[in-house]
C-alpha cells in the first residue's frame, strides 16, 4: 500500500490542501489504484514555505515543489514510479 500524507496545517490549507483531494481521488480512481493508494491527512509536517507549495509525502518522502498547477502531473508521476 502506498500511503500519500497531504498536509492541512495553516499554511497549506491556505495554498489549497483541501482542492488536492478530490484531484487525487478522480486520479485514483480513473487509474484504478483504489487498493493501492491510501491518503491520508496530516498536521503541519514542519515544511512550510513561503511560496504556493503544499506539503505532501509519498511513502514519508517529501514531495518538494507540489502547487495546485502541478499536482496532476507530479502526483501521477510519483505514484506511477511506486506501482
Ligand atoms: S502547514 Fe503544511 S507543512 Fe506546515
Redesign the pocket.
Known sequence: MINVDI???????A?G?YDILPILNRIIKREGWEDKVKING????????NEKD??IKINGKLIEGITLDNIRLILNTELKKLI
Do not use: D, K, V
Not at 498536509?7 to 490549507?13: I, L, P
Not at 496530516?42 to 514555505?49: I, N, P
Open positions: 498536509c492541512f496545517g495553516r499554511n497549506c490549507y495554498n490542501a496530516s498536521l503541519c509536517m514542519r515544511e512550510c514555505s503544499i506539503s
